[in-house]
């Protein structure tokens, strides 16, 4: 009787051990899923038509650096663009995005002013490019390019430039989506101005004068037009791919989505009688 009494304790024992280990290994398992799904990797999300917040890439950087030892407003200066890794190595390899090796987006403080071109590529991770400022201030270069094999990569510097600046105003949502420039009028809608949603931005464009739809837009960069958004800091910015690439007018699509919410201003670019107009909008984000 004792020996059946120490048995049948022996084998609660037993039991009790095995269940702790079970426990113990799918405590391990759910983590290691947590790590997984945490993992950089899931960066590849961004794929796809939607818009998305541009990063920089942890293992990039890029010097910007010019010919002149000091920036003066609307005079020349040679820009030079160095793409490395983090230790120092040039990035030689890029994949043709929008057209171009590299876009170069310079803004001042208080995004009135706008320029949106494209260095040459001179090999071993170098681009340069010849440019001016049109006041005095705080300046923001952006360069937006893909290293071969990676993904869409945004690298920044805020530059001073000496001369008068223009004026520190707060950037203001405008109270009505329609603008005119270089001779057309352009309305732009929105399907949302609700932050982390898809949103679709339709720009429709007319000759100014006689408010006929403009069916004959030209490409440019190999699409219906190309479009910038910033945030109201120059922190932030959002990628925007078209929709119906090969349209021609009067309505250009992109899509889009707005990280958080907040004051955004965006720069629609388009191609007519081989002149590129530039129209700029202010939206509230909520």
Same mark, same amino acid.
């Given at each position: 009787?004792?020996?059946?009494?120490?048995?049948?304790?022996?084998?609660?024992?037993?039991?009790?051990?095995?269940?702790?280990?079970?426990?113990?290994?799918?405590?391990?398992?759910?983590?290691?899923?947590?790590?997984?799904?945490?993992?950089?990797?899931?960066?590849?999300?961004?794929?796809?038509?939607?818009?998305?917040?541009?990063?920089?890439?942890?293992?990039?950087?890029?010097?910007?650096?010019?010919?002149?030892? %000091?920036? &003066?407003?609307? #005079?020349? !200066?040679?820009?030079?663009?160095?793409?490395? +890794?983090? $230790?120092?190595?040039?990035? *030689?390899?890029?994949?043709?995005?929008?057209?171009?090796?590299?876009?170069?987006?310079?803004?001042?403080?208080?995004?009135?002013?706008?320029?949106?071109?494209?260095?040459?590529?001179?090999?071993?991770?170098?681009?340069?490019?010849?440019?001016?400022?049109?006041?005095?201030?705080?300046?923001?270069?952006?360069?937006?390019?893909?290293?071969?094999?990676?993904?869409?990569?945004?690298?920044?510097?805020?530059?001073?430039?000496?001369?008068?600046?223009?004026?520190?105003?707060?950037?203001?949502?405008?109270?009505?989506?329609?603008?005119?420039? %270089?001779? &057309?009028?352009? #309305?732009? !809608?929105?399907?949302?101005?609700?932050?982390? +949603?898809? $949103?679709?931005?339709?720009? *429709?464009?007319?000759?100014?004068?006689?408010?006929?739809?403009?069916?004959?837009?030209?490409?440019?960069?190999?699409?219906?037009?190309?479009?910038?958004?910033?945030?109201?800091?120059?922190?932030?910015?959002?990628?925007?791919?078209?929709?119906?690439?090969?349209?021609?007018?009067?309505?250009?699509?992109?899509?889009?989505?707005?990280?958080?919410?907040?004051?955004?201003?965006?720069?629609?670019?388009?191609?007519?009688?081989?002149?590129?107009?530039?129209?700029?909008?202010?939206?509230?984000?909520?």
């Amino acid at each position: 009787m004792h020996k059946i009494g120490l048995i049948s304790a022996m084998l609660v024992v037993l039991l009790l051990s095995a269940c702790g280990s079970v426990r113990e290994a799918s405590s391990k398992s759910q983590h290691g899923s947590h790590e997984a799904a945490s993992s950089p990797a899931s960066g590849d999300e961004h794929s796809g038509h939607g818009g998305e917040m541009a990063k920089a890439a942890t293992n990039l950087k890029a010097s910007f650096t010019f010919g002149s030892t %000091s920036l &003066k407003a609307n #005079e020349k !200066s040679e820009l030079t663009i160095q793409i490395t +890794d983090d $230790v120092g190595k040039a990035v *030689t390899d890029f994949e043709i995005n929008h057209e171009k090796l590299l876009h170069l987006i310079v803004v001042n403080h208080n995004l009135s002013s706008f320029q949106h071109i494209h260095p040459t590529y001179q090999g071993n991770g170098k681009f340069t490019v010849s440019t001016s400022f049109d006041a005095g201030g705080d300046y923001k270069l952006i360069a937006d390019f893909i290293p071969s094999g990676g993904t869409s990569t945004t690298l920044s510097q805020w530059v001073k430039v000496t001369g008068k600046e223009a004026g520190h105003t707060v950037l203001k949502a405008d109270a009505k989506l329609r603008q005119e420039v %270089s001779g &057309k009028t352009v #309305e732009l !809608s929105l399907s949302s101005l609700k932050a982390k +949603d898809e $949103v679709t931005l339709r720009f *429709t464009i007319r000759d100014a004068q006689t408010n006929k739809e403009i069916t004959n837009l030209q490409p440019y960069l190999g699409a219906v037009g190309h479009v910038v958004i910033l945030s109201a800091d120059a922190e932030q910015y959002i990628h925007v791919h078209p929709l119906e690439e090969n349209s021609t007018g009067p309505v250009a699509k992109f899509a889009t989505a707005f990280p958080e919410a907040g004051i955004y201003k965006l720069w629609g670019q388009f191609q007519h009688n081989d002149e590129v107009f530039t129209v700029p909008f202010v939206v509230d984000v909520k």
